[in-house]
């Protein structure tokens, strides 16, 4: 395997070419070359070839790339042909909302159960999630064979429900609280941190509205 | 201005720097230097620096920063001391999370009206905040001073929202569907796109699980 070279940046760029092969084989592309794939993308051509060679190419260039086997070759590197389990913690707006999004069930990806400390969300259905008592957290993710957290609730509490989530084993946490969480060393992170995008775009706004 | 030469990379950062120095602030700390800040933020101290000097340095490390004035600077950089006026488009799950998220209103980001096309939302008020028909988006615009739009409607429909929106006048758009937009060389753009962030999760669990 040559994956424990990969750079995080190339790893950011799987999901966008996996999103761009979808939609070209909805619309009945069969073949597509790197450099059609760059125009489409925004990407330069090289760089796709050198992303591509970091798992081995797919296939001759020249030729072009056959877009439906290199899309499931995409969903395969992806981990998206796996299942996963996942529960959240926190099921304020932001966590309902996490619920509720149809956009993730094609990627095998299933949300199995809430916890929240609020007692009026306890015992109450999302979507068909079912919300229990956070205090209950550690005993459900040692008993159901639980390969994801995802951590919704305020930034002060979520420190402590990372260390939890990762006493019972969990080694992947999808964090939506604007807090960077200290981590044990084989236990991998994806940050959504909403503030800290409107920061960014609020910084824009002001440079652009300078100009 | 030395803020034409800001790079992506840098931009990013400025949002970490407010919140730590925030965090720092409210538990009394006065003074940091960039060694400290660097163990705090996980980011190395020479880095810090450099990022510091595109905006002029902000006083002498030798001594240590001024937490309080380092915060207010860095929120008059990020343009949180200024108000701006949004707009959300599609007042589905994610729109009306971003609706009722808390952690908006210290940024000076007032979202003052929702647009939806269906008729069951069309009316409604949301924390507030009352929902238009989508028809109305472009009028409202140039009516009602507005800086930023949201768009958090399905992917199919989010480049015509821009267009929409552009052609009002538009220059800023916080985009939440999972498309790329072509937007007007004048427009700024920051993505949340969730679907990408979960597939590069899984992408990262799924390698992880394989160690």
Not at 57 to 79: C, D, H, P, S, W
Not at 132 to 140: A, F, G, I, P, T
Request: proline content about 1%.
């Amino acid at each position: 395997m040559l994956k424990k070279d990969i750079s995080e940046a190339v790893i950011k760029r799987l999901p966008k070419y996996y999103r761009y092969l979808t939609d070209m084989e909805k619309l009945g592309v069969l073949k597509v070359s790197s450099k059609e794939l760059s125009e489409r993308m925004g990407l330069n051509a090289s760089q796709i070839r050198q992303d591509f060679n970091c798992f081995g190419g797919f296939g001759q260039q020249g030729y072009g790339y056959n877009v439906k086997t290199l899309r499931e070759q995409m969903a395969n590197i992806l981990g998206l042909l796996n299942s996963y389990r996942a529960v959240l913690v926190g099921a304020g707006n932001i966590g309902r909302a996490i619920i509720n999004y149809a956009g993730f069930k094609e990627s095998g990806f299933n949300i199995i159960a809430a916890f929240d400390m609020n007692e009026e969300m306890i015992g109450s259905n999302i979507n068909g999630v079912e919300v229990y008592n956070v205090s209950q957290l550690q005993d459900y993710i040692l008993k159901n064979q639980i390969d994801i957290a995802i951590i919704a609730t305020p930034k002060a509490k979520a420190q402590q429900i990372a260390d939890t989530v990762m006493d019972a084993g969990i080694k992947s946490i999808w964090n939506f609280a604007t807090v960077d969480l200290k981590l044990k060393e084989d236990v991998c992170v994806e940050n959504v941190h909403l503030s800290d995008s409107l920061n960014v775009l609020l910084y824009k706004t002001k440079s652009s509205l300078q100009k």
